[in-house]
């Protein structure tokens, strides 16, 4: 049975920076691509960033340059660095999996995940 299990979360001053971990088992991330989204409420889910099976990254507009998408294949597990936090940027952040082929990622959202984790909240204030 596949779990992906997201830690991390945190209420955080705007500036602050968290780190977001997605510990799987039952399958092996490096040969999945993998991604993180986020949803608001009262706003769809989004992508946030993305990285392949090749270890290439990609990543919302809003998040470039303050966010970083990476993959320890020894822990099998994702994480998501996020500096400089926004307001904005509060939600609840998912992780997910794919298995390629095919592996689509467009602007840091990662299409059609077979996987996904339970979320875990980040609230940022002002």
């Known amino acids: 049975q596949v779990h992906l299990v997201e830690s991390g979360g945190d209420s955080v001053q705007a500036g602050g920076s968290l780190r977001l971990s997605c510990v799987a088992s039952g399958i092996t991330l490096v040969n999945y691509c993998l991604g993180w989204f986020r949803q608001a409420p009262g706003k769809e889910r989004e992508g946030v960033a993305a990285i392949t099976n090749y270890g290439t990254t990609s990543y919302?507009?809003?998040?470039?340059?303050?966010?970083?998408?990476?993959?320890?294949?020894?822990?099998?597990?994702?994480?998501?660095?996020?500096?400089?936090?926004?307001?904005?940027?509060?939600?609840?952040?998912?992780?997910?999996?794919?298995?390629?082929?095919?592996?689509?990622?467009?602007?840091?959202?990662?299409?059609?995940?077979?996987?996904?984790?339970?979320?875990?909240?980040?609230?940022?204030?002002?």
């Open 60 to 126: 919302a507009y809003s998040v470039k340059g303050r966010f970083t998408i990476s993959r320890d294949n020894v822990k099998n597990t994702l994480y998501l660095q996020m500096n400089s936090l926004k307001p904005e940027d509060t939600a609840m952040y998912y992780c997910a999996a794919v298995l390629p082929p095919p592996c689509t990622v467009v602007a840091g959202a990662l299409y059609g995940p077979n996987y996904w984790g339970q979320g875990t909240q980040v609230t940022v204030s002002s």
